[in-house]
């Protein structure tokens, strides 16, 4: 079944052409690595999935479990099932995470017709949570990210994941500023939520994340389009040689 | 100078009659008034204290007011029939300027000594007790609404703790500004705390009709050696409400003292506070919000005056402007030669919800000791655009997370708020105020 269908997909900040022409489908149940050297989109294509108003989309379509993504605001896309891990979780003070994440789950029931989870149900809902990926509880008090370091940071998108139960999760340089342990506790709760039911698209550099998260796809992005795409072991060669080699490639094949 | 010369002339014609309905230890300032008002006039916007509120326009019309104390019947049982547990406090009403008996405020449940109630009955019964204060502290000696409401202030309200006494339970004042025409009313309240003595006092400023008012308030606050005070002004009018209010401290050693500034809903407002340390090892807390759209203005002026060594100040205001609203902040704090170890603190921060809305902030600070820790920091800005992505991206829609952005900014004030009851209480007003359910004088429903 398909989860994510993204064909001729162009995007542009503040006039700025970034992406120029992706084709990428994704199918329930896969993991699918984005790798590609920086500034080649990577964060810009998971930004204008997920709805940034500051992208504005130029061309092409993208269909998410047959409904047309592109017309649908950011929250909708959520309450559809899109979720985005940042690559740099933004402090929101004054907004406790309690508050937060009930909002989130509530707004998403909204959507579903369904009533606003009770209270005592939304507390055990959140310990299991926490437990996956080993947050304390004492961060639901706290400020939604302030002052979290940044291996906390980052379980934090990752038990915010587990909440909202997405279908499809896009995770952007989920790995970027993690230590190996924290690396391990992120990996493992994204891979305890993966199902035949749900996608994963793994943003990232670096192999070392997805030694951990086993991709079934990996594609390069350059200079906004995939240049290639291959199995798993795509990665490792990356890894082992750097993208140049995938460049000329492609380059070669445009002469 | 003109508007000045009116009310100069309506005293002169009128003195008989406000006299009579007024006391003794207050008409005794009455001549030091009307000079002050003849040499200073009321303060314009060329005076750089008022440069971002012209107060003299507002005193142009030929407003009416009640001298002959007229009984203007305001039936409190009807606009307060709501009555939220929790917050449980001694309650009394100002109709208009004049102290209303109520059923609800009886005097049981304070403790022996303690006088609270109409400034007028006091200053006839206890004109000793009110003489030693009344006008001590506010200035005539400058441009500024002290002097005509001194001038025409016939009563208002006292609260009087004597040494060591803490009364537990808040006192409420609420002021009701209810008329069949356009009115300007002159309130007076004068607080008194004895020595080690504690109080809590909440001030909801209210219009119930649609009429034109405009209202000057003098209050005059004096916390005693190692006194702790918390004062909560709350004003919820209405767009055609003009308030000058003016707010007198001094700070004997080892006070603590507490202000909230929490204008919901208004019309023109200006108010200023001035607050003195007169011993050392006192300590003020300040903070203030400002919630304003349509073409609400709000101008908040605080002047501390760091007298003595070993005081601590810190002020907090928070304004968030929506559609052509404006706001004004300025913050003067003075640590005088001597005033050694004094901690002071100022921080104003301000969202503007639209291109239209104006702020205008001005941080003051002059110091002539060396041996001090003074800051202070000022910005203007906008909703943090990656927080409501942030938020939207988790499902929470734009309105709504806006609505959570915003009551996160005040909540920084509000959760300054000491009486818990009234801190949630606060929460849920200001959370109506910006879904836009609170149109007018819901305040004291939600707040009871």
Request: charged share 25%.
């Amino acid at each position: 079944m398909s989860m994510l269908k993204i064909e001729n997909l162009e995007a542009a900040i503040n006039g700025k052409q970034i992406l120029k022409g992706i084709n990428l489908e994704v199918n329930a149940g896969e993991v699918h690595a984005i790798m590609g050297p920086n500034g080649s989109g990577k964060s810009t294509m998971s930004n204008v999935l997920v709805g940034h108003p500051a992208y504005e989309v130029t061309g092409g379509t993208a269909t998410f479990k047959g409904k047309n993504l592109l017309e649908m605001s950011a929250e909708e896309r959520s309450h559809e099932g899109l979720f985005m891990s940042f690559q740099y979780p933004v402090e929101i003070p004054g907004v406790s995470m309690t508050n937060f994440m009930r909002t989130a789950i509530n707004e998403k029931r909204k959507y579903q017709g369904l009533p606003p989870m009770a209270p005592t149900e939304f507390l055990k809902f959140i310990k299991e949570k926490r437990d996956m990926v080993k947050l304390d509880a004492k961060f639901m008090n706290r400020s939604v990210n302030e002052g979290f370091s940044g291996g906390e940071k980052k379980r934090n998108e990752i038990f915010q994941m587990a909440m909202l139960e997405p279908s499809l999760s896009i995770l952007d340089e989920t790995d970027s500023g993690l230590d190996i342990d924290a690396l391990r506790i992120v990996a493992d709760g994204v891979n305890r939520l993966k199902s035949p039911e749900t996608s994963v698209i793994v943003i990232t550099h670096y192999q070392r994340l997805l030694d951990y998260i086993k991709p079934d796809i990996v594609h390069v992005l350059y200079q906004g389009r995939i240049i290639k795409t291959a199995g798993p072991e795509l990665a490792l060669e990356l890894e082992e040689r750097g993208y140049d080699w995938v460049i000329k490639e492609y380059e070669d094949s445009l002469k | 100078m003109k508007p000045a010369q009116n009310y100069i002339e309506l005293f002169k014609e009128n003195r008989a009659l406000v006299e009579r309905g007024s006391a003794g230890v207050m008409n005794t300032l009455r001549d030091a008034a009307l000079s002050s008002l003849a040499r200073y006039g009321l303060p314009h916007n060329r005076l750089e204290e008022y440069l971002h509120t012209d107060v003299s326009k507002w005193f142009e019309p030929d407003w009416g007011m009640n001298l002959a104390r007229l009984d203007m019947p305001v039936d409190f049982a009807q606009a307060f029939k709501c009555s939220v547990p929790n917050l449980s406090t001694q309650l009394y009403f100002l109709a208009n300027d004049a102290f209303a008996s109520s059923d609800r405020a009886s005097k049981a449940g304070l403790p022996e000594g303690v006088f609270a109630g109409s400034l007028k009955e006091a200053a006839q019964n206890r004109p000793d007790l009110v003489e030693k204060f009344y006008g001590r502290l506010a200035d005539m000696d400058k441009p500024g609404i002290a002097a005509i409401n001194t001038l025409f202030a016939q009563d208002g309200y006292i609260l009087y703790v004597p040494d060591g006494v803490t009364i537990e339970k808040p006192l409420q004042l609420i002021t009701l500004l209810s008329s069949k025409v356009d009115l300007m009313v002159n309130r007076r309240i004068l607080v008194v705390l004895g020595r080690a003595s504690q109080a809590k006092l909440l001030l909801c400023d209210h219009a119930l009709a649609a009429n034109n008012y405009l209202t000057t308030q003098v209050i005059e606050v004096f916390a005693g050696q190692d006194s702790t005070f918390e004062l909560y002004d709350l004003e919820e009018t209405h767009t055609a409400n003009l308030r000058a209010s003016e707010l007198y401290i001094s700070q004997d050693a080892g006070s603590k003292v507490s202000v909230d500034n929490l204008t919901l809903h208004n019309g023109q407002t200006r108010n200023t506070v001035c607050v003195t340390f007169d011993g050392q090892g006192a300590e003020l807390s300040l903070n203030g919000v400002a919630i304003t759209d349509k073409s609400q203005h709000v101008d908040n002026m605080t002047f501390v005056d760091h007298r003595v060594p070993d005081c601590t100040s810190s002020e907090l205001f928070k304004y968030v402007l929506d559609e052509s609203s404006t706001g004004a902040f300025a913050g003067k704090v003075l640590v005088r030669e001597g005033a050694q170890h004094t901690s002071s603190q100022q921080t104003n921060r301000n969202i503007c919800l639209t291109r239209e809305a104006r702020m205008f902030t001005q941080p003051q600070l002059e110091i002539y000791a060396d041996d001090v820790k003074c800051s202070h920091g000022a910005t203007v800005g906008q909703l943090d655009d990656k927080a409501l992505f942030y938020m939207r991206q988790r499902g929470i829609p734009q309105q709504e997370a806006r609505m959570m952005l915003m009551l996160a900014f005040v909540g920084e004030v509000i959760g300054k708020v000491e009486l818990e009851p009234l801190r949630d209480r606060l929460y849920r007003l200001v959370e109506k105020r910006f879904r836009g359910e609170l149109t007018q004088c819901e305040g004291c429903r939600a707040c009871r």
